[in-house]
């Protein structure tokens, strides 16, 4: 049985956005621009990391699921693909998180 991956979330926001309409929330969320979209990514990153505080593996999922769509609704919006993210991650794969977070400006 095949999974759902993030890709394919990011295929079907990708759709829905080239969709358009009044049926499309993804659309919705996009035509209200890159900060409201920030904003909604911003409030799922509180209630996931409240339903994790709260030690509620459902809601954590649940929650989970909302925070990935929103954060890549968010990259649509500001025109970054998934794979730039991933290009990202792969570079720090070959290196310590102590030392990737160094070389980062100021080391945060």
């Given at each position: 049985?095949?999974?759902?991956?993030i890709?394919d979330?990011?295929e079907?926001?990708d759709?829905?956005?080239?969709?358009g309409?009044?049926?499309?929330?993804?659309?919705?969320l996009?035509?209200?621009?890159a900060?409201?979209?920030?904003k909604?990514?911003?409030?799922?990153?509180?209630?996931?990391?409240?339903?994790?505080v709260?030690?509620?593996?459902?809601h954590?999922?649940?929650?989970?699921?909302?925070?990935?769509?929103?954060f890549?609704?968010?990259?649509?919006?500001r025109?970054?693909?998934?794979?730039?993210?991933?290009?990202?991650?792969?570079k720090?794969?070959?290196?310590s998180?102590?030392?990737?977070?160094?070389?980062?400006?100021?080391g945060?």
């Amino acid at each position: 049985m095949p999974r759902f991956t993030i890709h394919d979330l990011a295929e079907t926001i990708d759709a829905r956005a080239a969709a358009g309409g009044e049926a499309s929330y993804t659309r919705k969320l996009l035509d209200k621009g890159a900060e409201h979209c920030a904003k909604k990514f911003g409030e799922e990153a509180v209630e996931t990391v409240i339903a994790a505080v709260e030690n509620d593996r459902a809601h954590l999922i649940a929650e989970s699921a909302d925070l990935l769509y929103h954060f890549l609704v968010l990259l649509k919006a500001r025109g970054v693909k998934l794979e730039e993210v991933e290009a990202a991650l792969d570079k720090r794969t070959n290196m310590s998180g102590l030392e990737e977070k160094a070389s980062r400006k100021g080391g945060n």
